[in-house]
Structure formats: C-alpha cells, structure tokens
C-alpha cells in the first residue's frame, strides 16, 4: 500500500472493536528503523557513514523527494536543505535521522513546498 497516494497520514489502532489508539507515518518509519537487523550499527559513525546510511533509509520511503531536498551531516548533526511536502513528511524524516546510529541532532532547513515560491 502507498499512503502518499491514498493520502494516508494516519492509521486506527482497534482492539476488537474498540479504537485504542492513532499510527502515523512517523510511528511506522519509528519502528521499521527500530526492526532493522544491522550488526554495524553500535559505535561512533563518521559523518559520510550516518548521511550514507540515511540518504539509502530516506530512499525506500515514497514520501522523501530526493530531487527537491538534501542531506548534509556535520559533527553527527544532519542538516536537511530544499523543500518538502507537509509536516507529516518533515517529521518522518526527523525520526529516521534521529534513528541512525551517532547522530548528535537534527536541523530541517528545507522549506514547506506551499510557502516556496520559484522565481520567475
């Protein structure tokens, strides 16, 4: 299923049925990453490694616009630059930063693609 073009941002959680609880993207990017079986991921990553290992998660998500944006690691700070879609999408792409192994922090410099305004 592609949640971007079914315009999905959200997901019930039921018990029988009872709703328990809301899934966003965010949560299931959350626990993919936490699924991940990767033996290299404990110790300290130099900065090429973490942009590396993220721009390759970022990829497999149809939400990341890789034309529209950018990745940039400093001091295990990731700095993201361009534009993206909505908040959802802005908040997904923290989580998987946040989820990569030796990331200090996360800056979003990218602007959102409704306030964008190409010159002309």
Not at 17 to 23: F, K, N, Q, S
């Amino acid at each position: 299923m592609d949640f971007r073009s079914r315009e999905v941002r959200r997901l019930p959680v039921m018990e029988g049925e009872r709703l328990v609880g809301i899934v966003t993207r965010a949560d299931l990017v959350r626990a993919l990453r936490a699924t991940t079986d990767d033996p290299g991921a404990a110790g300290a990553q130099s900065d090429e490694a973490i942009r590396l290992r993220l721009q390759s998660e970022l990829e497999k998500q149809s939400w990341w616009q890789s034309k529209w944006c950018s990745v940039l690691v400093s001091n295990g700070v990731v700095r993201y630059t361009g534009i993206f879609d909505s908040d959802i999408d802005r908040q997904a792409a923290r989580v998987a930063a946040e989820n990569v192994p030796g990331v200090r922090g996360v800056r979003d410099d990218r602007l959102q693609f409704t306030d964008w305004q190409p010159m002309v």
